[in-house]
């Protein structure tokens, strides 16, 4: 379908503004700092999972290639997140508290444990020191695995911005999808051929879990899924879910070709730094018109003043 | 509701989270005795738009100028709300017919004088209207404030303790009027702690202390939504259909402001959300999302290695 013929499925409202000002902030969190975490940090999770479970069904070259990345994108993780500070040198006060109000609060609590321990099971395979607890820090990570695919999700969604709150019940299985698609991506191109079986199943799993929740995001968002589609996080939510796809072809088609297998892993871990992006892009676009902000407040207020029989699915029974 | 109740103090964890609540500064752990609940009642139907209280409060808080910065919409020059500006006077002008141009202003002149439809001015109103952070019941920036800089004081008002400020951000686009930024030139975040140190010294705000109409007013939150109710009722039998209250409903999205206004024109038109919800309302189903979606990102990896050879 063109842009254009989407911009018409959202009937043009008229609102009043404050000399077209915008209502909400934009996030100040810089790019690629912010993104790059949000990548990272699915990255990280699911590899960690990969390695944990390559290790315990006897695959030890894609353990040992899990882990590192694991870490390596943990670490890299923490890293833009602390980058990304006002005051960098209060890094720790992240660990002051825990607050289960705040996304950010449970995701540090999420991610410092996390990199800790992939960290530690990294060392031990790299170093081939201490290897039961290597692999017991390996297995407790992939434990926060999962959590650390989907957390910052919620970390997005909990914010005025309309884009990311509306999807909430979306972007963690956008973000859960992504992670498992990048996971597989770097196992495809660093593990060895003939372990890379369970990392092609999961980058399948990861594409559908992905391109159904994107599917949901650009359709049943209304007027406040719009930025998914327009302008520059529209091309880059379009360019993942294509990169997505032909990572799941290539890595089925190309399975017996090393080469292909690890663009096949390319074009994953490309699809996973889009779709972060563009879902970083598509909320700082929708904060920046205050039509997002006005429109669906005011149609909310209409709705609350005359009796809408809402239906569970969420589908208007009789609106005058 | 049962849930999550908490046995002593009758709230619940959802009531925590949105809804109205009697008392937010004892909910937050301060012990009986706590002052009453402080906030501003903002009466824009007589501010004039001096912006004295935007100098007040630089001056008083040692916020930083933000340069001289001509913005071309109309006397408005401070553009909003933000780390560097913590009260922003809005200036709205529109074409009316030229009776609404009489806003009741109390105690001036003689009333019902007809107004002088052949001046410049006729037809022409102007809104002006000083903004400020809300100081929500349900606070969304102080909510996800993951170190607990930000906090709820005694008198029930939101304030960034900057020692603690590690400047991550999150309480900015968390805020649903846009009040609170992050300082560039600083990296933590700032807004309107409504003089959280002048009124431990039982002193009112320095923005209200110079507002020369009173428009800003300052006193205990229930006192204030008395009065506000009062003077709707006078400016609608004056003749002023269009006041309204904004932000004065403890049943509203974010459980009431501490900071509410009376304005001539729909909140919009200032650059007000018309409906704002504190975010953390939909957090328990943020969590539970996420928590269907690791379980099937784990389960997906799992049935990954079950369901192959290779």
Redesign the interface.
């Known amino acids: 379908m063109s842009p254009r013929r989407e911009q018409e499925m959202v009937p043009r409202a008229e ?5 077209g ?9 810089k790019v690629p700092d912010v993104p790059g975490y949000l990548f990272l940090g699915g990255l990280a ?2 590899s960690a ?2 390695g944990a ?2 290790g315990a ?1 006897g695959r030890p070259g894609l353990a040992r290639a899990s882990r590192l990345v694991a870490a390596g994108s943990a670490v890299a993780s923490v890293g833009a997140l602390i980058h ?5 040198e ?2 720790l ?2 660990l ?2 825990l ?1 289960p ?5 449970v995701g ?1 609590w999420i991610l410092a444990p996390f990199s800790g321990l992939a960290s530690a099971s990294a060392a031990s395979e790299l170093t081939g020191l201490l290897p039961r607890l290597g692999t017991a820090a390996g297995a407790a990570s992939a434990g926060l ?3 650390m ?3 910052t ?3 997005l ?5 309309p884009a ?2 509306e999807a ?2 979306e ?3 956008l ?3 992504g ?2 698609t990048s996971g597989a991506g770097a196992a495809l191109i660093a593990a060895p051929a ?6 092609r ?2 980058g399948l ?2 594409a559908g ?1 992905e391109l159904a929740a994107a599917y949901r995001m650009e359709r049943g968002l209304g007027l406040v899924g719009e930025p998914y589609r327009q302008g520059r996080p529209g091309k880059l939510l379009r360019a993942g879910r294509a990169l997505t796809a032909v990572g799941a072809g290539l890595s089925v088609l190309g399975r017996r070709s090393r080469a292909v297998s690890a663009i096949a892993g390319a074009a994953y871990l490309a699809a996973g730094l889009c779709t972060r992006f563009g879902v970083f892009e598509a ?1 700082k676009a929708s ?1 920046a018109d ?1 039509k997002y ?2 429109i669906p ?2 149609e ?2 209409a709705g609350a003043a005359e009796p809408v029989v809402i239906e569970q699915s969420g589908a208007a029974l009789s609106r005058p | 509701m049962t849930t999550g109740h908490t046995g002593t103090t009758g709230t619940t964890w959802r009531d925590r989270l949105a809804g109205p609540l009697a008392d937010p500064a004892g909910e937050a752990g301060h012990a009986d005795g706590h002052p009453p609940r402080m906030g501003f009642f903002t009466d824009t139907s007589i501010c004039i738009g001096c912006k004295a209280c935007e100098v007040a409060c630089k001056e008083w808080n040692g916020v930083p100028d933000t340069g001289l910065d001509l913005l071309g919409s109309s006397y408005d020059n401070t553009g909003a709300l933000g780390a560097n500006s913590w009260r922003h006077v809005a200036f709205v002008e529109q074409r009316v017919p030229a009776e609404r141009v009489e806003l009741g202003m109390p105690g001036i002149g003689a009333p019902e004088q007809p107004q002088r439809a052949e001046t410049d001015d006729a037809g022409v109103r102007w809104l002006m209207s000083s903004d400020v952070c809300k100081h929500c019941t349900h606070a969304a920036c102080l909510d996800v404030c993951p170190t607990g800089s930000l906090f709820r004081t005694e008198f029930g008002t939101v304030v960034v303790q900057e020692d603690i400020c590690n400047g991550c951000g999150y309480c900015v686009p968390a805020c649903p009027y846009g009040v609170i930024e992050r300082r560039e030139s600083d990296g933590r975040a700032f807004k309107c702690t409504l003089c959280y140190d002048r009124l431990r010294d039982g002193l009112e705000p320095a923005c209200a202390k110079a507002c020369p109409t009173d428009s800003i007013q300052f006193g205990p939150l229930d006192e204030l939504r008395e009065r506000a109710e009062r003077r709707v009722e006078q400016l609608h039998d004056r003749g002023v259909p269009e006041a309204r209250l904004y932000g004065e409903d403890p049943d509203d999205g974010v459980g009431g402001d501490g900071a509410f206004f009376l304005l001539l024109d729909e909140p919009e038109v200032y650059g007000l959300p018309p409906d704002p919800v504190v975010t953390t309302r939909d957090l328990p189903a943020m969590w539970k999302h996420m928590g269907m979606a690791a379980v099937a990102a784990a389960a997906g990896a799992l049935a990954a290695f079950l369901g192959g050879r290779r």
Not at chain 1, 84 to 88: E, F, H, K, Q
Not at chain 1, 157 to 161: V, Y
Not at chain 1, 194 to 199: H, K, L, S
């Open positions: 609102f009043r503004s404050y000399y000002r915008p209502i909400l902030k934009q996030p100040a969190w999770g699911s999972m990969l479970l390559g069904t990304d500070l006002g005051r960098p209060r890094f006060n992240m002051r508290v607050k109000t705040s996304p950010l609060s540090s695995g999962p959590a695919c989907t957390y999700a919620v970390l969604a909990d914010t005025a911005i990311w709150h909430h019940r972007l963690p299985f973000f859960a999808g992670a498992l003939a372990e890379q079986g369970p990392a199943r999961i799993i990861g879990m909320g904060a205050p902000v006005v407040q005011r909310r207020l």
